[in-house]
Every structure is written in structure tokens, then in C-alpha cells.
């Protein structure tokens, strides 16, 4: 086998083996949501939360 470094124009492949071994290997790891984020590179996940947990989470860490 051999190995060399990654170039730019490897990087789509390297996401699509990425998100392959996500959704196959890694999938007991990740719930469905996550695993979609991954898929849409998102960044963040966010979620809709009601009003009587809002108080709740905004409370600062110490």
C-alpha cells in the first residue's frame, strides 16, 4: 500500500468516504439527525424548544 499527502483536489472524494463510513460504519453512533447534518455539511444543529425549557437553557454555566 501506498501512501502519500492529500491534495486539494482529493477533498470531494475524501468527503464522500467521509460521510460513507458515517452512514455505514459509524451508524450506531449517530442518531438520524446528526447523520442528515452530516450528509448537508451543516455546522450547526439547531432546534425549536418551548417556551417553558427556554428559562432553563438560557441559565449561565459557572
Same mark, same amino acid.
Given at each position: 500500500?501506498? &501512501?502519500?499527502?492529500? %491534495? &486539494?483536489?482529493?477533498?470531494?472524494?475524501?468527503?464522500? !468516504? #467521509?460521510?460513507?463510513? *458515517?452512514?455505514? *460504519?459509524?451508524?450506531?453512533? #449517530?442518531?438520524?439527525?446528526? %447523520?442528515?447534518? =452530516?450528509?448537508?455539511? /451543516?455546522?450547526? *444543529?439547531? /432546534?425549536?424548544? /418551548? *417556551?417553558?425549557?427556554?428559562?432553563? !437553557?438560557? =441559565?449561565?454555566?459557572?
Amino acid at each position: 500500500m501506498n &501512501f502519500r499527502n492529500a %491534495v &486539494f483536489s482529493d477533498l470531494e472524494e475524501m468527503q464522500k !468516504l #467521509y460521510i460513507e463510513t *458515517i452512514k455505514s *460504519i459509524c451508524q450506531s453512533d #449517530y442518531n438520524e439527525l446528526e %447523520v442528515e447534518a =452530516r450528509k448537508n455539511n /451543516s455546522k450547526i *444543529i439547531t /432546534s425549536d424548544i /418551548s *417556551i417553558t425549557a427556554k428559562p432553563f !437553557l438560557k =441559565r449561565k454555566v459557572l
